[in-house]
Every structure is written in C-alpha cells, then in structure tokens.
C-alpha cells in the first residue's frame, strides 16, 4: 500500500471534515459532496454502529481520503484498517496504540492536550498531533503556548472549531489544518449545503 504520510494527508485541505454516520446511505452522498467542494480528507468517527462500513462505501468515491476516527486501542485499529481506513486519529495518545499503529505503519494522529502528551508521542517518534478538546483545552492561546517549546511539531486542533473561528487557529505556523463537524451537519446530506460549507472551509487556507 502506497499510503501517504500524516503530514502529506493534514496538508491536502484546511479543514479535515469529521463526521458521524447513523445511515449507511448517508455516506456516499455525504462524502460525494464534501470532495466536490475541496474536502477530500474525511474523519468517520467510530462512534455509530455503521462506521466502518460507511469507511468502506466512502472510499468508493474518486478523491476521497477516508480515516477513522475515535479510534481507541490497538482492536479497533485493526478493525478500522481492515476497513481500508487511510490515516487513523485518536482522542488521545497510549502507549499500545501508538505502537500498534506504528507497526502497521498507519498514518496516525493522537489527541494531546498537554506537554507531558506531546513528550510521550515524541518519545514513540511522533511528531503530528490532534490538538483535542481545541476549544476546552484552552483556545488558540493555549495551544500557541503548547506548541512553543516543540518547534517541529504540527497541530490539527479540533472540538468546538467552527467556520468563525477556524481561520484563527490556522494563523498559528504549527497547525496544518483543523478538524470541524460544521461541514457536514448531522441527518440526511443535503448536497448543495455541505458542497457550499466544504468550498468555503476550502478556501480558508493559511496565508
């Protein structure tokens, strides 16, 4: 498998799209839409009964890049990988799943929301990070001061990210993207919506 890096996948667009799926037919349209409007990289969080095989169908549609999302432990690692999963994220960061993840060699962004998270990861070689809950750890300024000491990591904040708010924590040099729920609202996929919320989250690109 030819996979891309962590880096190269928080690079493609600005904003990663998280979203849940209680509707397997849901998924294509949804993911359909968010790539026509410059969302290719798509997080399906593991929290619906359907998740993984909406990972499966999502990765039908030409120019998706579909991870998974509240990935937790080294099974469910397996699980959403067997699913064809291209990057898996994490809340957080353990031990057993970072290593599982490195071993079968997945792009791989644990949640951090504090120094001592971030030394654990560099000490597994980790450099990329889910800075989570963005908004309840503290904001921008918090992850600014954070990510001081740690010159060559990189952020994707997310949790509480909104399109108002989004272009702030682009500004800061660390974050190569963000990760937001806004561009594809809960329900049926209406195409015009989320195509107009993915161009517009597209277009917020760091200047």
Do not use: N, Y
Not at 141 to 154: G, I
Not at 174 to 198: F, M, N, Y
Request: with cysteine; glycine share 10%; proline share 8%.
């Amino acid at each position: 498998m030819g996979m891309l890096t962590i880096d190269q996948i928080m690079r493609t667009a600005p904003v990663i799209p998280v979203v849940v799926i209680d509707d397997l037919a849901h998924a294509v349209p949804l993911a359909e839409a968010l790539v026509a409007g410059g969302l290719p990289v798509i997080e399906v969080t593991l929290r619906t009964p359907v998740a993984l095989e909406a990972i499966r169908a999502m990765k039908s549609v030409p120019g998706a890049l579909v991870g998974a999302g509240t990935v937790l432990d080294a099974a469910q690692l397996a699980l959403a990988l067997d699913a064809g999963s291209e990057f898996i994220v994490a809340p957080g960061l353990t031990e057993p799943l970072a290593k599982a993840a490195i071993a079968a060699r997945a792009p791989f962004l644990p949640g951090v929301a504090t120094a001592s998270d971030i030394m654990r990861g560099l000490d597994l070689g980790l450099t990329h990070f889910k800075f989570f809950p963005a908004m309840a750890a503290g904001g921008p300024q918090a992850l600014k001061a954070l990510a001081a000491p740690f010159a060559h990591c990189r952020f994707c904040p997310t949790g509480g990210i909104t399109a108002d708010t989004a272009g702030q924590w682009l500004a800061i040099s660390s974050v190569l993207c963000v990760g937001g729920s806004w561009v594809a609202p809960p329900g049926a996929p209406d195409r015009g919506v989320i195509e107009k919320l993915a161009r517009e989250a597209a277009s917020l690109r760091q200047v």
